[in-house]
Structures are given as C-alpha cells and as structure tokens.
C-alpha cells in the first residue's frame, strides 16, 4: 500500500466527505451505522474501505453514492456539494446518472442483452444516440480485455467477465466517482486480483476516484490508501 496522500486542492477531488453520521430509530431502538466519518478520495485514486459486517462499510457507500442519505454531515462530489445532512443540494436522480458509476457484487447484467447492449442501455438511459453509444460502449469493452465478447450473452461469459461488463457499465457516462460493494466477493482469488487490478488501472488512467468495500485483505497492494471501518467509526488502516 502506497503511503497515504495529502489532501489534494478541491478541484482535484472525486469526493470529500465531512463528519457524516448514519443514524437507525431512536430512543431504545437507535443505532448509529457510521458516526462523523470524514476523508476525501482524489481523482485518479483508488480508495479500499475494510471491516466486518455490520460495521457500517455499505451504509457509508451509498450514502456517498447519493442512495441512502446520511442522517447529518456533508458531500461534496467533484467540487459540488451534494448533500448537506439528509437534505439534497442536487436532482439527485440526475447527478448519479451524470456523476457516479456502481458495481455490486453480482454483475446484475440484463440476462438478454450482449455485452455490448448492457453497456450501450446505460449511455442511451442519458439520452446518448444510438450511434454514439455502440461506439462508447465496443471502445470500454475492448479497453477491459473483451472486445471479442461483444455479442455474447451474459450465460455465455465468466464471472470474471461478467463483472467486467459490470465496470463497463459502470464507467460508460465518464463518472468521476466509481463505487464498488464487494466486487470480488463471487469471484475466486484469480479471478478477484484481475478484478481489483482493473480498478486500479481504471483509476489511474480513467482519472476516476473508486472506493471499493472489501473483506479481502489479499489484494491491499492494489489500493493507494485504505481505510477501515468498525462499530460505525472510519480510520485509516494500520500498515
């Protein structure tokens, strides 16, 4: 793991986020899921964020993917604040389909559509022609290594493969925040490296801020800092 990096100016950030806190019921039935969690991911950065379940890794992921909005802090994606506690700041519906891309632990590919429809819907969903959108989605395929399973069928790929349609998919309307929850977590440990080696070639490349929560502690070269999460609060994972 790479040491970690000092704060960069704002334009240069995919996300900042300030004393978030995810709170469930009240009263006797309260539970804080993630407690004034702060940090910052870069552009071109890929973010590993660690814990068991229960900890509060996936509350915090779709909080900042604009999903399950935090109970009280502040987002802030690519510049913009986004969220001020549970209030939005932005349409939030648009600012995802604009703004961040989602890879789940199943690839969730529509079963029949090719490849390269699965990726193409996504660009035509933001109202990309038709055109445009093949020629994005054949120029992603081929970048993650499947440019000769454009036509295939999802039952026709590898769960590897799959997952990368999923990246495709993820990265077709040019996000500046990439969210991955346990990406690998169906994928044997081969199959899992290739996976976490592309977010980090996309990262870099792609100039995409990515936070992958994971379990798997074998691949923590990948990332360029990580962070762990337990019992609802964040810090920075010991080396």
Known sequence: MNAAAPIAPDHDLAARVED????????NTEVVAVKNASFTVARGEVVALLGPSGSGKSTLLTAVGLINPA???????????VMDGPRALVDLRAFRRHHLGFVFQKANLIPFLTARQNVQVAL????VAPREART????LLAYLGLGDRLDNLPYMLSG?????????????????LVLADEPT??????LGRQV?????????????GIIVVTHDH????????????????LRAHAA
């Open 196 to 208: 976490m080696d592309l977010f980090r070639k996309v990262a870099h490349e792609q100039r995409a």
């Open 124 to 127: 035509e969903i933001n109202d």
């Open 20 to 27: 978030l806190t995810k709170i469930y019921g009240s009263g």
């Open 160 to 176: 590897g493969q799959q997952q990368r349609v999923a990246i495709a998919r993820a990265l077709a309307n040019r996000p500046g």
């Open 71 to 81: 109970t009280s802090g502040r987002i802030a994606i690519a510049g913009q604040p």
């Open 218 to 233: 074998r691949a923590l070269d990948v990332f360029d800092r990580v962070f762990e999460m337990e019992d609802g609060l």
């Open 136 to 139: 994005r989605a054949e120029e």
């Open 185 to 190: 977590a169906a994928l044997d440990g081969r």
